[in-house]
């Protein structure tokens, strides 16, 4: 197939010239062909819903998993409302608040809305776009179903070249009108629930939506390695957040620079994973701010400055374009490292998290994620005693219900005042705990009682003066999405005086395994209320 390039480049929206453009890709989309067109956020891959068979064409040329499915993009909330069976008043808010612009909400699917549009899920994606371009062709030809106009699992296109590069013998036309303003794509909200609940960071930050919509869930972690997002159940509700994404060929290792948004953690960081890969032989790229860039420009092999480091909306805008150039950079890897994770910086670093290929902490010796706030190991053994104990783990069906259980006991034991929660990262609320985690407490005559798992939720965090994690990765994940409570949260390991252990998942494991988890779980335990008790008496 012959693409046409069509490029409205420095026209008005009056001139003919431009009018003509919009005209053709409209009648090629009333045919039921594909247009790539640009958006605010990055170039869409459209299809008219309106005309059968078209939208399929979409699954095809992009090698989209099928059971993804696509956002609708609207001119307003008037044709959002035909598309959903509900249109509740959080809808409305956010609509007047954030439209046309860079949010998608998940509503309820009306019979207008083709099957394959949503992947056999009840539910649809809607957007009012704000890019001219993308205004004038849905006023031309109705509702489009646009997914970024990549190939799956590709970094997503902010320049017409990218769509070319990747689409440009599977789709009809590509308009072009140059680089895209916001860079990533839209902040996905799922409006199904009684609470707004968040599916994919994006252009509009959360902070944002919560002035507009108060509560926002906002599930845990974003991290692509994928080993959170796969770990949060509610999160399968937005299929393409399962999939590795926006890969780079090149090898990516990503530093978590930290919630302490610290500028010289990351260059530390970033540096160290330079001379690792180099020891091995690599060439290396440093993908980052410019004052990261600039301070390791002459310890790399090339290096793709994304701007100033309190600048994540300047980051968001370069990120796919630079990943992309990572590429043509005749380098074996290259290192990045993530941002304060404020407003679009949350998209920009969930972004860089499901490209890497590894991801480690910003923390000094030892590397990998056991090294993140490897510099703050030290304090973890101090602090006053608490009053309120927030256990977290995973699932919250084995560990951290045990850890509490057992807190709870010992405390009562030692004469301390505690209150004592548990909670998972990931867990399916309402869960039963495992039968083995329920027999392991009883041969201590603890009884765990009915306990049923429960989410995270931010005001557990909140409600907490100490929170304890089982893993070091679980502490970083948490500090990471939750800055603001970065400074009370620990792992048991930390806490007990052993901050090298990490108490692993015993599920699957068998009763013996659960006896040896909850053995020491009660070893960092009492080395912990050892110490409380000593502080008390100080
Ligand atoms: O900024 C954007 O949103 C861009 C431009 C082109 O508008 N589009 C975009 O589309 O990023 P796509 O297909 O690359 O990503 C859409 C995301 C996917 O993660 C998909 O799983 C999710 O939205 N999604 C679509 N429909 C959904 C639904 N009914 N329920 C939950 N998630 C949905
Ligand atoms: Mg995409």
């Not at 409006?191 to 845990?220: A, F, H, K, M, N």
Request: aromatic share 4%.
């Amino acid at each position: 197939m012959k693409v046409r390039l069509l490029s409205v480049r420095g026209l008005d929206r009056r001139d003919r010239d431009y009018r003509r453009v919009l005209q053709e890709a409209a009648a090629v989309l009333r045919a039921g062909g594909l247009v790539a067109f640009p958006t605010e956020t990055v170039y869409g891959l459209g299809a008219s819903i309106e005309v059968p068979g078209a939208v399929e064409r979409i699954f095809a040329a992009k090698g989209r998993p099928p059971d993804n499915p696509l956002i609708v993009h609207v001119a307003g909330p008037d044709d959002a409302r035909r598309l959903c069976t509900r249109w509740p008043e959080a809808a409305q808010a956010a609509a007047d608040a954030f439209w046309p612009g860079p949010l998608t909400l998940i509503l309820p699917r009306s019979s207008l809305v083709p099957e394959a549009v949503s992947a056999g899920l009840p539910t649809v994606a809607v957007r009012a776009p704000a890019h001219r371009v993308a205004r004038d062709l849905i006023q031309l030809a109705g509702p489009l179903a646009a997914p970024s106009a990549n190939r799956s699992g590709r970094p997503s296109p902010t320049r017409a070249e990218h769509v070319l590069a990747e689409l440009g013998d599977l789709v009809d036309v590509v308009i072009d009108d140059g680089p895209t303003s916001v860079g990533v794509e839209s902040t996905v909200v799922d409006l199904t629930g009684p609470v707004p609940l968040l599916l994919r960071p994006g252009g509009i930050g959360v902070d944002s939506l919560r002035e507009v919509l108060g509560e926002v869930e906002v599930p845990l972690p974003w991290d692509p390695a994928g080993e959170g997002a796969a770990a949060d159940p509610r999160l399968a509700r937005s299929p393409g957040t399962r999939y590795r994404h926006y890969a780079p060929s090149t090898r990516l290792v990503v530093v978590r620079a930290g919630p302490a948004r610290d500028l010289e953690a990351a260059v530390e960081g970033v540096r160290r994973e330079i001379r690792r890969l180099r020891q091995e032989g690599l060439k290396v790229a440093v993908l980052g701010a410019d004052e990261v860039t600039r301070a390791l420009s002459g310890e790399a092999d090339a290096v793709v400055p994304l701007g100033p480091y309190t600048d994540s909306v300047q980051a968001a805008r370069r990120l796919f374009d630079a990943l992309r150039r990572v590429d043509d950079a005749g380098v074996d890897a290259a290192v990045a490292h993530t941002y304060p994770p404020l407003g679009v910086g949350l998209a920009v670093n969930d972004r860089l998290l499901r490209a890497a290929t590894e991801v480690r902490g910003a923390g000094a010796a030892g590397g990998g994620e056991a090294a993140a706030g490897g510099n703050r190991g030290a304090a973890g053994g101090g602090g006053p005693v608490p009053r309120r104990v927030l256990l977290v783990c995973t699932g919250n069906t084995c560990r951290s219900p045990m850890a509490a259980a057992l807190l709870r006991a010992l405390a009562v034991e030692a004469g301390l005042d505690l209150e004592v929660r548990s909670a998972g990262t990931g867990a399916l609320e309402g869960a039963p705990a495992t039968p083995e985690a329920a027999a392991a407490l009883a041969q201590r005559g603890i009884a765990l009682g009915d306990h049923r798992a429960r989410l995270l939720q931010e005001a557990d965090l909140a409600w907490a003066d100490l929170v304890l994690t089982m893993t070091r990765g679980q502490r970083d994940r948490l500090r990471d999405a939750y800055p603001q409570a970065a400074g009370k949260i620990w792992t048991l390991g930390e806490q007990g005086g052993r901050p090298e252990r990490d108490v692993e998942d015993p599920i699957g494991g068998g009763e013996a395994r659960y006896r040896a988890t909850l053995d020491e779980i009660e070893t960092l335990l009492r080395r912990l209320l050892a110490r409380w008790r000593g502080q008390e008496g100080t």
